[in-house]
């Protein structure tokens, strides 16, 4: 009980802490003039198991990309769509996974690596589908897969284990267990587990004995774990979601904040990269489009994750490449997801305007 009160008078607090961390955020990231890296190809086939016919699974739109470095080599895992010409909420997600030996130049897989099924958890991932992956892997070197499977009404933070990348096994919504199930039907998404860098890779990092994830659509929340599968969300004392990060008016993430990449554990606290959309009403940025969605960064504390240090005063990342101001997202989006360091280097992947993936980098 002590460790929840003292949750809830740091939740309850108006701002972040008073102590500032200087030289904290990643800082600048260049975009290639290879952008974009990856986009929708018809020529990609799929035998849906459930529809038992063939699918072209790559035909509308390819984005919002995972990433990991295996091997020295980076892979991702991207959302791919099908159906092009018919409305978004009729397509299906499914997602594949790519790999390259310098960070830009990809080679798909033929086939998707994750995709609805007629497995048990079919019910969560159709006909929506398997949407917006973010990877961590385990200090034994496991790989574990959050995405949102989405059945068209309740979208659901799942979660999915491999050994190699390309087999996965379905472990179901994160928050199945947690709370005799008192989750499993919020609208949950965007997992970002806290990592370490160690031996030139990001690795899931535990803090005071467990692995922690920020996470949501709105307002960003945070959940624990002792095994990377099976999660709780951090609650207050009624018993209620807590929110630990918020949108902020007239600034670029004015209507809604969303976890991007996996956090990272530095010696400043850790930097969690998010999603911040602009509003489209009068609490929007001026300078900005409404509807945009910006990347920003915010430092919490490394003993502390739900403590709030320090928070960026503008995005660090937004749309200004053509393909990334217009495309199925009509306002524009340079979406973060994935992030690693290669080569010296941190490429982070992003999803853009919903319809391609492209890259920046960090010298």
């Not at 080599?73 to 997600?93: C, N, Q, W």
């Not at 798909?108 to 609805?116: A, F, G, Q, S, T």
């Not at 915010?298 to 495309?327: M, N, Q, V, W």
């Not at 989006?333 to 853009?352: M, S």
């Amino acid at each position: 009980m002590k460790n929840i009160l003292i949750l809830v008078t740091l939740f309850s607090c108006p701002a972040f802490s008073q102590t500032k961390v200087t030289n904290w955020q990643l800082g600048e990231f260049v975009k290639p003039a290879t952008n974009p890296i990856m986009q929708a190809d018809s020529n990609f086939l799929f035998n849906c198991p459930i529809k038992k016919q063939t699918v072209q699974w790559q035909k509308a739109d390819v984005f919002n990309p995972a990433a990991i470095v295996r091997n020295n080599k980076v892979y991702i895992l991207f959302r791919a769509e099908d159906l092009p010409g018919v409305g978004i909420g009729m397509r299906t997600s499914r997602i594949g996974i790519a790999v390259s030996d310098d960070g830009i130049h990809f080679k798909k897989n033929p086939e998707p690596v994750l995709y609805p099924d007629s497995s048990e958890f079919m019910k969560y991932d159709y006909p929506g589908g398997c949407e917006d992956p973010r990877i961590v892997e385990n200090e034994n070197g496991t790989y574990v897969l959050l995405y949102t499977s989405w059945n068209r009404d309740v979208a659901r933070l799942s979660v999915a284990t491999s050994n190699d990348l390309l087999h996965w096994k379905k472990q179901g919504p994160a928050f199945l267990k947690a709370y005799k199930g008192k989750y499993v039907n919020t609208w949950s998404k965007s997992g970002s587990v806290v990592t370490k860098l160690k031996n030139g890779k990001f690795v899931a990092a535990k803090i005071n004995g467990k692995y922690w994830m920020y996470w949501g659509e709105g307002p960003v929340y945070l959940a624990t774990s002792t095994d990377l599968i099976n999660w709780r969300p951090v609650i207050d004392l009624k018993k209620g979601l807590a929110p630990i990060l918020t949108a902020r008016k007239k600034m670029f993430d004015s209507h809604v904040v969303e976890p991007g990449p996996p956090a990272i554990l530095t010696d400043k606290g850790i930097v969690l990269l998010y999603n911040g959309k602009n509003a489209e009403n009068d609490d929007a940025d001026p300078l900005l489009a409404k509807g945009i969605y910006c990347g920003g960064q915010a430092l919490f504390d490394a003993k502390h994750p739900e403590k709030l240090l320090d928070r960026c005063t503008t995005y660090f990342i937004k749309p200004d490449l053509p393909h990334e101001i217009k495309g199925q997202y009509t306002s524009g989006t340079t979406f973060i997801e994935g992030l690693v360091y290669f080569k010296n280097q941190y490429f982070l992947y992003y999803g853009t305007a919903d319809s391609m993936v492209g890259v920046a980098i960090k010298k």
